[in-house]
């Protein structure tokens, strides 16, 4: 996937790895990215990895997180 820039503004898209850097990329997705993002991210990352970032991550914005408890909820 090439990702977009303006998801990854501190870096350069095309040095990210992603297994290597799968908790940067998801939490990145989780806070900023779009529908697309999101669908790539379901697709490329199992629900149980998605989770453990999620419930790890200290860099998830507080909406960020309430959103996606709310879904994470949804989908048990």
Known sequence: MKFRQSLFWD???KHIDI???A???IE???NFGDEKDIAWMWKT???N???RVFNQ???LLSSTKNLWAHIFNQLN
């Open 11 to 13: 870096t350069d898209p």
């Open 19 to 21: 297994q290597k850097n």
């Open 23 to 25: 908790s940067y990329i």
């Open 28 to 30: 990145r997705m989780l």
């Open 45 to 47: 990352y199992d629900k």
């Open 49 to 51: 990895s998605i989770k």
């Open 57 to 59: 991550s200290r860099s």
